[in-house]
């Protein structure tokens, strides 16, 4: 699945962290980040250490952990945290609907192959052996097959995830 977090407001210590771990983050002008684990004595965890580097850079997780600073919407928008930014809620609501729908639009089988390996390369992890099998199996699927027809035929592809 490709998961989207959209955001109205604070967006304040672990909730920075889920926001993080979902595939595309939109946002509106009223949004702000912080993660106060230094400002209570806390020592934020390993698993949301790693995001705030693999996502943001390092320089921005410093400024967030070590700094405790507090980055607004256009800031959180210039280092990656935000994907989109629109000025309000109903906007937000308008470019969830719209971008969940052009992304269920879109071929499944290749889509899960690419989100394993994007997430395997921003952890160093990535097995070149899965990738392409990964990619052959698309190769292989009837998703290809209708893909190149439908655009072909210039109408939308009709994908069934195999």
């Known amino acids: 699945q490709i998961t989207m977090a959209a955001l109205h407001a604070g967006i304040w210590g672990g909730a920075t962290d889920l926001a993080l771990s979902s595939d ?9 980040m912080a993660v106060p684990a230094a400002r209570l004595g806390l020592h934020y965890h390993l698993g949301g250490m790693r995001r705030l580097v693999t996502r943001l850079g390092l320089g921005p997780a410093k400024r967030l952990l070590l700094g405790g600073q507090t980055l607004g919407a256009e800031e959180m928008s210039r280092i990656g945290f935000l994907d989109e930014l629109v000025a309000d809620e109903p906007a937000l609501r308008e470019l969830t609907a719209q971008r969940s729908q052009e992304v269920a639009a879109l071929a499944p089988l290749a889509l899960r192959g690419m989100k394993r390996h994007l997430n395997r390369i921003a952890a160093d992890t990535l097995v070149l052996g899965e990738l392409l ?5 698309c190769l292989q699927s009837s998703d290809l097959l209708e893909g190149l027809r439908a655009w072909a035929e210039k109408r939308p592809p009709c994908f069934e995830g195999s």
């Open 24 to 32: 595309i983050r939109f946002g509106t002008r009223r949004c702000v």
């Open 133 to 137: 099998a990964d990619q052959q199996r």
